[in-house]
Nanobody, 121 residues
Framework: VQLQASGGGLVQAGGSLRLSCAASGRTVSYNALGWFRQAPGKEREFVAVITRSGSGTKYADSVKGRFTISGDNAKNTVYLEMNSLKPEDTAVYYC???????????????WGQGTQVTVSS
């Protein structure tokens, strides 16, 4: 499977962005798509994950109530709607394919190229 992330950009604090991650190729090789982020000088951290059926989601505490993950199976695409953005949300955001509602990077076998999100204060 190949993953293509898009939708990043520059936004002011309090603003919104929607990220997309389109999967192609061997789409039977995963049952969950997740979002992670990595800020300069920091480790990559979990943001959110959703099962392909859409029946299960999990969020990092830092984004609960502000971010919403959703999926469109017909398009093999997952979205991350980000509202009330804060400067500390600034990072490169990566989507990843794996199995289950996992939060650790090593539980994901395939990664997209990342998209930059910058939130100005």
């Amino acid at each position: 499977v190949q993953l293509q992330a898009s939708g990043g950009g520059l936004v002011q604090a309090g603003g919104s962005l929607r990220l997309s991650c389109a999967a192609s190729g061997r789409t039977v090789s995963y049952n969950a798509l997740g979002w992670f982020r990595q800020a300069p000088g920091k480790e990559r951290e979990f943001v959110a994950v959703i099962t392909r059926s859409g029946s299960g989601t999990k969020y990092a505490d830092s984004v609960k109530g502000r971010f919403t993950i959703s999926g469109d199976n017909a398009k093999n695409t997952v979205y991350l709607e980000m509202n009330s953005l804060k400067p500390e949300d600034t990072a490169v955001y990566y989507c990843a394919a794996g199995w289950g509602l996992n939060t650790r990077t090593y539980d994901y076998s395939t990664w997209g190229q990342g998209t930059q999100v910058t939130v100005s204060s």
